[in-house]
């Protein structure tokens, strides 16, 4: 995890595991399931305040089918990432 990141949850074996909430330095948000350190599953990931991905996870990254509001207008994006 990144320095000075704030995280609420599970844990096995001293690294996040299961369900919980991280909150990282410049303001980014993860919401959801992790696996052994990693976003993995279900989750929520805020990016500083203007874009919100719903959808699954893997290694951190969005995978699969999911929904990003985006903008003022909070346009939606259907998509398989």
Do not use: C
């Not at 990144?2 to 996040?16: A, L, P, R, W």
């Not at 919100?52 to 999911?66: E, L, M, W």
């Amino acid at each position: 995890m990144f320095k000075n990141t704030y995280y609420v949850g599970e844990f096995m074996n001293g690294t996040h595991h299961g369900t919980g909430r991280a909150k990282y330095p410049k303001g980014e948000e993860y919401i959801g399931e992790w696996y052994l350190g990693k976003q993995q599953g279900n989750g929520i990931r805020g990016y500083f305040g203007e874009k919100v991905f719903f959808g699954k996870f893997v290694n951190d990254k969005p995978h699969g089918k999911g929904v990003l509001f985006s903008g003022e207008n909070t346009k939606e994006i259907f998509s398989n990432w």
